[in-house]
Structure formats: structure tokens, C-alpha cells
């Protein structure tokens, strides 16, 4: 039972840390484009004229 005096705020603290996180991610703009990354993924910079 005393351990949880620790284990609580130690919980407490993760889980605002994890939003703050999240929340400074969004404010940054992270999920703004999230097709343009599968497009990325897929394009193989061959911008050669083929002859």
C-alpha cells in the first residue's frame, strides 16, 4: 500500500507528460500532410528521362 504514494504521482507525471507531448505535436503542425508521407514512401526520385 506505501507504494502507492510512488507510484501514483510517477503515473500522474507519464500521462501529462505523454499529452503535453501530443499536444506540442499538433501545435507544430506533425499530422498536417499525412498523405504526402505515403506518396514519399512510394517515389523512387527517378527523374531521369528514361531514353
Same mark, same amino acid.
Given at each position: ?31 498536417? =500532410? ?5 506518396? !514519399?514512401?512510394? =517515389?523512387? =526520385? =527517378?527523374? !531521369?528521362?528514361?531514353?
Amino acid at each position: 500500500m506505501n507504494m502507492l504514494v510512488y507510484l501514483i504521482p510517477i503515473a500522474l507525471f507519464l500521462g501529462g507528460l505523454g499529452l503535453f507531448a501530443f499536444l506540442w505535436s499538433l501545435k507544430s503542425g506533425q499530422y498536417e =500532410d499525412l498523405e504526402g508521407a505515403a506518396w !514519399r514512401a512510394l =517515389d523512387d =526520385d =527517378d527523374d !531521369r528521362p528514361s531514353p
